[in-house]
């Protein structure tokens, strides 16, 4: 199973980037982080045709009747029939939805997304210590890089974590599952979104996450989460990027990828420049068919197909956090705990970070 490919260039817009922001990416002193430029505003496409030219040659003249005169009655009765049309419009409109209304968003990428439910975020931040070590890491999973050696990547005093993904991507909206158990082990989300990846690609409309415009707090890493491309709206390749790069990012991106001999992909996860996710670590298959509700009830039984899956990825995740944040040595860190807990210790262990 090998990353999916960014998009290429057609059809998609420059460098624009819709509002909003990264999850944790406060202005900071990440370690190569480029700035962004000042991004170019489009100015309405305008310029109406000019004015039509009145037709006619010289003709017979006509003469005009006079004016016919209507009573202040008759005036008053086509006010009131007028407006009556017009609320009669308005109500066949609002009642129908108006097609070209109803068109429109259903092109919008945005329309794919809605507010995570509490019980569902819960259910997945809260797996216990037990049965974490009870999944442990099982063997069907493609477990994380390492690369040892390497300058800290660093934002705003801490390990930084970067993210980048695509809505669309189904590879991303597994990951995300773990990405989420994980961080929420060393910190808090906040506004996350559901949605679905493309109902066009391979492993159509996984269940998943979105991080745009979620928020992430914690005192031990600083998360960044750069959703690249939306997901696809009415056909394979046609998402559009949400969520430009930066020089700094684009350049981790490529050198890891390179190091580890892989073809740049979705996901990327890049954990303090020592860990590396550079493509799924679990076949999203297993998802096949369930909605958020459904997959994070199946995270109580660690038999599960799903929790195996979801919940060793996460204690590969987990055993990486532990390892770029010294285990979470800060007094009454949140997450230290987890560093000793049996899920992460043997996830560290086969990792080599132990």
């Known amino acids: 199973m090998s990353a999916v490919q960014p998009g290429g260039n057609k059809g998609r817009p420059g460098s624009q980037r819709p509002g909003g922001g990264r999850a944790g990416a406060t202005p900071g002193q ?11 505003k489009t100015r309405p496409g305008g310029g109406g045709g000019g004015r039509g030219t009145p037709g006619g040659g010289r003709g017979t003249p006509v003469t005009a009747a006079p004016p016919r005169r209507f009573s202040p009655a008759a005036i008053g009765f086509g006010a009131v029939a007028l407006v009556v049309i017009v609320v009669v419009a308005l109500v066949v409109v609002k009642v ?7 068109s429109s968003a259903n092109s919008n990428p945005a ?10 975020v819960d259910q997945v931040t809260n797996v216990l210590q037990p049965e974490a070590a009870t999944v442990g890491v099982p ?18 005093g801490k390990p930084e974590v970067l993210f980048i993904g695509a809505e669309f991507c189904p590879y991303c909206a597994a990951e995300r599952w773990a990405v989420v158990m994980a961080l929420s082990r060393f910190g808090n989300f906040s506004d996350l979104k559901f949605m679905t990846s493309s109902a066009f690609d391979t492993d159509p409309s996984t269940a998943t996450f979105s991080f745009y415009k979620s928020t992430y707090t914690s005192n031990l890493v600083d998360f960044v989460a750069v959703e690249h491309e939306t997901t696809d709206t009415t056909a394979l390749g046609t998402r559009k990027v949400l969520e430009p790069l930066t020089s700094a990012e684009k350049s981790l991106w490529d050198k890891y990828s390179s190091q ?83 899920g992460t210790t043997a996830a560290a262990k086969a990792l080599g970070i132990s």
């Not at 990440?30 to 170019?40: F, I, K, S, V």
């Not at 329309?111 to 569902?120: G, K, L």
């Not at 010294?326 to 949140?334: K, W």
Request: proline content about 8%.
């Open 260 to 342: 580890f001999g892989v073809t740049e992909g979705y996901p990327f996860l890049d954990i303090g420049n020592k860990v590396f996710v550079l493509g799924p670590t679990y076949n999203p298959a297993v998802l096949s068919g369930l909605d958020q509700a459904a997959i994070a009830a199946k995270l109580s039984n660690p038999s599960d197909p799903v929790t195996q899956a979801i919940v060793g990825t996460a204690n590969y995740i987990t055993a990486a956090l532990c390892s770029v944040t010294n285990n979470a040595s800060l007094p009454n860190a949140q997450g230290a705990s987890w560093c000793t807990a049996g």
């Open 96 to 102: 129908t939805g108006g097609s070209s209304g109803n």
């Open 111 to 120: 329309s794919f997304r809605s507010n995570a439910t509490t019980q569902v």
């Open 139 to 156: 063997s069907g999973l493609n477990a994380p890089s390492v690369s040892k050696n390497q300058p800290p990547l660093v934002s705003n």
């Open 30 to 40: 990440r370690q190569g982080a480029g700035n962004r430029g000042p991004q170019q």
